[in-house]
């Protein structure tokens, strides 16, 4: 019991860090700890190993980041071939390299070693065709090498990383410094919905009204907000009725795909407004969930970059 509530206080965390990046490295120092490691980060990483930039990281020091990326980016075994998994799909070091080969690598020996470092497992949240962004969590020698156990909890969480992560680009892609929803939802050039337990519409952008005029992916039904495709109007139904139930919506993946034209996707994140920064975003009307609409985006570093919270 006292494991299930510290796993759903973990997720509320994680989905505040949507709107306050600031709030990533408490998540991550949660991951790390459900998860059982010594250190979490979430970066990006490019296919070719010449270039590589952390976003948030603990449990690494400064000068171990410093020499990862001028000397151990080229040097990390894991890559290029961890960049192939599919986003979403948990995995472990060894499924790229067995242990035995990795513990012989100058990256182990001379980057992993002396950290107290024995093992790793990540998941990729998205990727291109030139580089991947993902979250990893390293074991230390006390944590031992990855297990089911630690695979399992990072795949509980990880479809809760996707989708806070992507709603946080959303929001970071208009605006500098600290995010609060409130009073930038008329102002995102993405697609911003509010709604109530029943999908009722209690408020709408006006990117989102031009949506919902087009009627190409969202329309305003009988009974509320409805999704013209018949699967995405499933996935999103049963969303909103998570939300209203103060229940986080566990659907495979981090979003919800409204066009299948491979030319022009569209995404809809469901975020529940339940708690901390997030209910006090739905304060004054009976919202819900928030439902952020967007086009499917491809240039990794520069968008994730401005989930530090940072103009810089």
Not at 194 to 200: I, M, P, Q, S
Not at 257 to 281: C, F, K, N, Y
Request: charge should be neutral.
């Amino acid at each position: 019991m006292l494991e299930a509530e510290a796993l759903s206080a973990l997720i509320a965390i994680i989905y505040d860090s949507a709107l306050d990046p600031e709030m990533w490295p408490r998540a991550l120092e949660g991951i790390r700890n459900f998860v059982q490691g010594c250190a979490a980060n979430l970066y990006w990483q490019d296919v070719s190993k010449e270039n590589a930039g952390v976003f948030h990281c603990v449990g690494i020091a400064p000068a171990y980041l410093e020499s990862y990326f001028q000397t151990y980016t080229k040097l990390n075994p894991l890559y290029p071939t961890s960049a192939f998994f599919p986003p979403g799909r948990v995995f472990g070091s060894t499924e790229v390299l067995p242990f035995k080969e990795f513990k012989q690598t100058r990256f182990y020996d001379e980057w992993m070693r002396p950290q107290g470092m024995c093992d790793s497992l990540a998941v990729n949240l998205e990727k291109t065709v030139t580089s991947v962004a993902a979250l990893a969590v390293i074991r230390g020698n006390e944590d031992g090498l990855v297990d089911e156990d630690a695979l399992r909890r990072l795949q509980i969480l990880a479809p809760h990383v996707l989708r806070a992560s992507s709603i946080g680009q959303v929001i970071a892609d208009q605006m500098r410094g600290k995010a609060v929803l409130a009073n930038t939802l008329d102002r995102l050039a993405a697609g911003v919905l509010l709604v109530d337990a029943a999908a009722r519409i209690v408020f709408a952008n006006a990117p989102a009204e031009a949506l919902l005029a087009g009627g190409k992916l969202l329309r305003r039904g009988a009974v509320g907000l409805m999704a013209i495709d018949g699967a995405a109007n499933r996935s999103l139904q049963l969303a909103i009725d998570a939300a209203s139930r103060s229940e986080q919506f566990d659907a495979t993946g981090s979003a919800i795909l409204l066009s299948a034209d491979q030319s022009e996707r569209w995404l809809a994140h469901v975020l529940p407004l339940t708690s901390g920064i997030r209910l006090e975003a739905a304060a004054g009307c009976s919202a819900v969930a928030a439902i952020f609409v967007r086009k499917a985006s491809f240039d990794i570093p520069r968008r994730w970059r401005l989930l530090r919270g940072s103009t810089n």
